[in-house]
């Protein structure tokens, strides 16, 4: 624990230290993480977290957390996994030797400003030559500054239904599930052996033991709290690897059970 302690220390104080991409291997693609942020947060914004979870998980009052997109890297295709708040995405994508015009698809998990900022440049289109795919629901959800964006991508809007209980293809062998709760139409993307959930969880070190920890960002915290035991148990059940946009470096790991109705992530390495 005193080591992850000093890590935290070293990322906010800003030393060389932090980390913005990692790749992680699939089956059949390369997962890149792409992250923008890695700060601690406090305690304010979750719902039904008690002194005893406190005691136990976040002794400090704080917790680590990320704001990550992921690349996925096929043989046929760049694919975007969100798109951040679009401040460092851009600078990332460069380094992992992609330019935006190679973008071919951009995935939406839902659209909160640290998700879907990066869809514009300066004001523009920043993904010219990408389809934008998204859940039907998510798209009626959408707010003013979200339809702005979505809108400079015109025809190349792609609107679908998630699966309901078992993944459904989108394109190639990427298929999606409904997760909704965070936000209305909230979807987890699945590729090869690996889920990137999207905001299923925020509070990593609170949320894995205590999942019916809610946030004050979720749109319905009773229905994203029931997505993310559902998501949970069944990435277990199936043995998957897991992706998420606010879990600290590396963004990807594996996922148990802990025994007590929680779960343990650990990072891959
Ligand atoms: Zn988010």
Do not use: C
């Not at 030797?97 to 920043?126: Q, S």
Request: glycine share 8%.
């Amino acid at each position: 624990m005193k080591t992850i302690h000093l890590l935290a220390a070293l990322l906010i104080s800003g030393l060389s230290f932090a980390q913005n991409t990692f790749s992680y291997r699939t089956e059949n693609a390369e997962i890149i993480l792409l992250s923008e942020i890695q700060r601690e947060s406090n305690l304010n914004n979750l719902i039904g977290v008690t002194p005893e979870i406190i005691a136990e998980t976040a002794p400090e009052n704080n917790y680590p957390i990320a704001v990550n997109a992921f690349l996925i890297k096929t043989k046929k295709k760049n694919i975007l996994l969100d798109a951040g708040y679009g401040r460092e995405l851009f600078n990332n994508l460069k380094s992992s030797g992609v330019t935006p015009d190679e973008i071919d698809a951009v995935l939406m998990t839902h659209l909160h400003g640290d998700h879907f900022g990066g869809l514009l440049r300066e004001g523009k289109r920043a993904f010219p030559n990408a389809k934008l795919y998204m859940s039907k629901k998510e798209f009626a959800s959408a707010n003013e500054s979200a339809v702005k964006a979505i809108k400079e991508y015109g025809e190349d809007l792609i609107l679908f239904e998630p699966g309901e209980s078992k993944p459904k293809r989108v394109f190639d062998a990427l298929s999606s599930m409904k997760s909704y709760g965070h936000t209305p139409g909230h979807t987890v993307y699945i590729i090869d052996d690996l889920v990137i959930w999207g905001d299923l969880t925020h509070a990593m070190a609170i949320q894995m033991p205590y999942p019916q920890v809610a946030i004050s960002y979720d749109t319905d915290p009773a229905a994203a709290v029931q997505s993310r035991f559902m998501m949970l148990a069944y990435i277990v059940k199936n043995n998957l690897t897991a992706a998420g946009m606010h879990i600290p470096y590396p963004g990807i790991g594996k996922l148990k059970s802990d025994g007590k109705g929680g779960f343990i992530f650990t990072p891959v390495k």
